[in-house]
Nanobody, 126 residues
């Protein structure tokens, strides 16, 4: 089982940026497909971004609402995945969750992910 700890959330104004971090332990990080999801109050969990495991052609996927504004990346020596969020909007307000998949195929489906972090709150004011 992989333990995931997110950080970097906070309160920002619209148009500003934040970078979320997720540190993994308990697994071979480079073999994990990593994803970010978010959930706003009263809404279903939404796919944000994902990055392929290492050792294959790099693959990135993004949710339609964040394409062109968010970037996912990974640093294997640090066992960390990042989510750079630019041009934030009030509708980006949510709890952001990091997730890890050892054997997943689809990047944007939450059922593909085995382990989840506790989440970090991102609030964007207008």
């Amino acid at each position: 089982q992989v333990q995931l700890v997110e950080s970097g959330g906070g309160l920002v104004q619209a148009g500003m940026s934040l970078r979320l971090s997720c540190v993994a332990s308990g697994g071979t990080f480079r073999r994990l497909q990593m994803g970010w999801f978010r959930q706003a109050p009263g809404k279903e969990r939404e796919f944000v971004a994902a990055i392929s495991r290492s050792g294959m052609t790099p693959h990135y996927e993004y949710g339609d609402s964040v394409k062109g504004r968010f970037t996912i990346s990974r640093d294997n020596p640090k066992n960390t995945v990042y989510l750079q969020m630019n041009s934030l909007k009030p509708e980006d307000t949510a709890v952001y969750y990091c997730a890890a998949s050892a054997h997943g195929y689809y990047y944007d489906q939450d059922y593909e992910y085995d382990d989840w972090g506790q989440g970090t709150q991102v609030t964007v004011s207008s």
